[in-house]
């Protein structure tokens, strides 16, 4: 696995395939297919920064630091939500940077803000550019250029207390790498977003994100027990014990940032003993809501396994039909994948299957499961090899309590739907799950229509609208970033608004910092 995904499409081209005749034949029945290759020559506009004042940054940090080369900014422009591909594959890369800067030290970020500041330059912080929510796409009108502040050069393990089990990583470290330093420890993070290859620490930081195993080991924000940050008005360090009553956690103000406010430099995070045993199992139940009914009652019975999550009918029928040769036969309903690591995953085992067969649970054994855990960081690739044959992909998630779950649910296909019109495919899973409520997470597929921006957007809109209006959140762990902005706004109110406001211009008085994210 190469760390420089291509613009145009996520991760590595390696990796990536076409869609087998199988597959396609199945996307062809329930949506339509038509051949819709991207755009092979790509140009970046020219960079819009003086010789004179790309030396004076060259001065402060090194001229190696410095990156204005075509291929470098290319690599830097926007994320990879299903807009900011559909672009790339158009031929749009007019938001590329001016130029990529790549810091080595605490002291670069401090110097490079400073310097931003005075030349009046917006900066974007970069870790993996995995963003599906805008979050890299920063305003430029005001200012006088516009560089990405690359972390790939912060990518140390800086320590590790194996007394406290914590351990103190750079922002710019993917999530491999760090699993690998930690291992060298005994040690292990835990976290496994669908973007764990490519995501950095960093990143999961200043997007609260939430991986795989949140039931047995929690948000990332769980994990997060110190940082540091370079603002531009200086530093700021925090996490001086596990918890405190000193005003406000001013961590959680960090977390959730997207760069606003400073630049994350190092993150502190609890660790943990790397797992004696990992097994993981399907099992089937008849329908969705009777799924969901059982992860309620293992989670408000403190049972959860490490891994929990449940397709609805729609996701479990395009799952078992394109993994047919995994033992799809006699499965009906929806699947549920639980997952168990640690060093008595015999006794949790036992525990929760006992309470999944009360409920009406069928164990469908590990076949499956394990199967899930191998391509568990493959679906992203999916998405590109369906835009190849005009199939409009995105995903979207929410959170809302148990009470209001299928509400929310109903409300968002519905609008998804009737926004997309007919041949439309909503899918949808729970994969986080908490004593008072769950995540839903939507995969939505319909025939490109031949503005397909304008398509997705607005049905982006018509769901984001049909959540805020049923009570649930804008956003579970994607963030914010420039598209969920306007729900924003709705969900926290005007004082919430404020507040918001008012910590971007104590921190960041002159707005270089991911101007037009987050901030409403």
């Given at each position: 696995?190469?760390?420089?995904m ?24 329930f949506?339509?297919?038509?051949d819709?290759?991207?755009?092979t ?20 940090i ?18 990879k ?38 030349h009046?330059?917006a900066v ?30 912060l ?16 922002p710019?470290m ?15 993070l835990?976290?496994?977003p669908?973007?764990f ?27 997060v027990?110190g ?12 996490g ?12 959680e ?13 190092e993150?502190?995070?609890?660790v ?17 809501a009777?799924?969901?009914e ?16 449940i ?9 078992l ?40 649970g ?8 394990q ?6 960081f493959?679906?992203p ?34 609008a998804?739907?009737?926004?997309l ?15 008072t409520g ?9 025939k ?6 304008e ?6 809109a ?7 209006e049923?009570?649930?959140t ?20 005007p ?11 104590a ?14």
């Open positions: 696995m190469t760390n420089e291509h613009p145009q499409r996520w991760g590595a081209p390696s990796e990536a395939s076409a869609l087998s005749d199988s597959v396609r034949g199945l996307v062809d029945a949506v339509g297919t038509r819709t290759p991207a755009v020559e790509v140009s970046v506009p020219a960079s819009g920064l003086s010789d004179d004042v790309l030396g004076s940054l060259k001065t402060a090194g001229d190696d630091a410095v990156l204005v080369d075509d291929e470098s900014r290319r690599l830097r422009t926007r994320g939500s299903t807009p900011d591909l559909l672009r790339a594959r158009s031929g749009d890369l007019a938001d590329a940077p001016d130029a990529v800067v790549r810091p080595s030290s605490h002291a670069d970020v401090e110097a490079v803000l400073a310097w931003a500041v005075e009046r330059v974007v912080p970069f870790g993996g550019g995995t963003s599906v929510t805008g979050g890299l796409a920063a305003r430029r009108d005001g200012f006088a250029g516009l560089i990405s502040l690359d972390l790939v050069r990518d140390q393990l800086v320590s590790v207390d194996p007394v406290s089990m914590t351990a103190v990583l750079q710019g993917r999530g491999p790498a760090a699993e690998k330093a930690l291992a060298e420890h005994g040690m292990t835990g976290h496994f669908q973007s290859e490519y995501a950095s620490i960093g990143g999961f930081a200043a997007t609260r994100s939430s991986g795989q195993s949140s039931a047995g080991f929690g948000r990332f924000d769980d994990m027990v940082l540091r940050m370079a603002t531009p008005i200086g530093e700021l360090v925090l001086s014990s596990p918890a405190n009553a000193a005003g406000p956690d001013l961590r103000v960090v977390m959730g940032s997207e760069g606003t406010l400073g630049v994350i430099t993150v502190t995070v609890r943990r003993a790397v797992a004696a045993e990992k097994v993981y199992e399907a099992w089937s139940f008849a329908t969705f009777e799924g969901a059982a992860m309620r009652k293992l989670a408000q019975s403190g049972l959860l396994p490490t891994v929990i999550r397709s609805d009918e729609a996701e479990t029928m395009v799952n039909a394109s993994q047919s040769d995994i033992g799809g036969d006699g499965v009906s309903g929806c699947v549920m994948i639980v997952g168990h690591e640690g060093a008595s995953v015999a006794a949790s085992r036992a525990e929760v299957s006992a309470v999944l067969e009360s409920l009406g069928t164990n469908l054994g590990e076949e499956r499961g199967a899930w855990a191998e391509g568990r493959h679906a690739y999916l998405r590109d090899s369906l835009l190849d044959v005009g199939v409009l992909v995105e995903t979207l998630e929410t959170a809302t309590f148990w009470s209001s779950r299928e509400k929310v649910y109903q409300a968002v296909k519905q998804l739907e009737t926004s019109g007919e041949g439309t495919l909503v899918l949808c899973h729970i994969s986080h799950v908490y004593e769950c995540s839903l997470y939507f995969t939505v597929a319909a490109q229509a031949d503005a397909p921006l398509q997705w957007l607005a049905a982006k018509a769901a984001s609208d049909a959540m805020v049923s009570g649930a804008i956003t579970h762990h994607h963030a914010v970033g420039t598209d969920h902005k306007p729900w924003l706004a709705r969900e926290i109110g004082v919430g608004v404020a507040m918001l406001r008012g910590l971007k211009g921190v960041d008085p002159d707005g270089v910092l991911n101007p037009g994210v987050l901030i409403p």
